[in-house]
């Protein structure tokens, strides 16, 4: 995960006018404030006072930096910046819908300009939102949003049982065949949700690749069992995913065809790393700018093909592992 960035608040920009009048230096200025040298200079460079009928006055002053940035953000907003989107968001908030119901049917129509539900709720928070009152359309007709501390929280997708922590050596090593990883590969926004996954056994490196329409978890989860439920069970182990909400339908996988299902810990996706680099190799007939859609089930397995006839490195040697050729057979029933 990225680090989470703080902007500057009012106090602190009038404390940087402040110094700036008495010739603090940058560096000092940053010190003080425990701020990164590079956001001070960006911030005086960018929130510069400047007045032509008034040259004498140039400079950086607080309250006008904080007035500068309040401007910039309002106008940088999707709602404010597309006034056509937000004119079709307001009518149907006034129709009823909700927010997710908003965004979840512009990924529907697949449209190129679209909006989120959190977008569309602070929009309907912002003062441009609070002018129109459209609070009073929402289901709880709440004039303030609730604070994030406050909400009810949500019970953990993934129990605590499942974590990666608990895995077995014998799979962590190596040492046992029929023990899998999974992921999704993702496209661009604008050719729609179609994804595919990617499973990928630990020890023979023999991979899956499965088309998804979307990313729910009940389809995403259902291909997975589609494919590996004619495998015999020493074939079909346990599965090791990321902690993705597409993959929160497990305990089906459990249900049906009495798989163990192990989970990373959050934002570790080295954690799989066998199905991370597969995914690496994927991606020379997969890019991300290409469209899935087009792609037929047989395109999907020609991929499939492609990369598991290229030999692999297994155990220290770079061998064609004959258990690739089993798994072939079983699940092309040949």
Known sequence: MGTTYRQLTITERRRIERWRQAKVPVDEIARVLKRCRSTIF????????????MPKHDGYY?????LMTADRRARDRKLIKYPDLCKRVIERIKDGWTPEQIGNRMIHEGAKLRVCQE????????????RD???WYLPTHRVARRPRRTRKRREPKFHRDVSILFRPDDVAHR??????EGDLMLFKQRLGQTNVTTLVERVSRFTVILKNPNRRTKPVVGKIIKAIKDLPHIARRSITFDRGSEFMNWPHLQ?????QTWFCDPSSPWQKGTVENTNRRARRWLPRKRDIRLLSDQDI??????????PRKYDG???LNPTRVALQLSLTGN
């Not at 960006?42 to 009928?53: A, G, I, Q, Y």
């Not at 397995?301 to 290229?310: G, V």
């Open 62 to 66: 607080g309250a006008a930096a904080q």
């Open 301 to 310: 397995k020609q991929i499939c093909d492609r990369l598991n006839d290229t």
């Open 133 to 135: 009152d459209l609070w």
């Open 175 to 180: 040492r046992q065949f029929g023990h899998w």
């Open 119 to 130: 977008t569309i709720y602070r929009y309907i928070y912002s003062k441009e939102g609070q």
């Open 42 to 53: 960006r911030e005086l460079r960018r929130n510069h006072f400047s007045d032509e009928s």
């Open 255 to 259: 249900a049906e065809l009495g798989i």
């Open 317 to 319: 040697a770079p061998t």
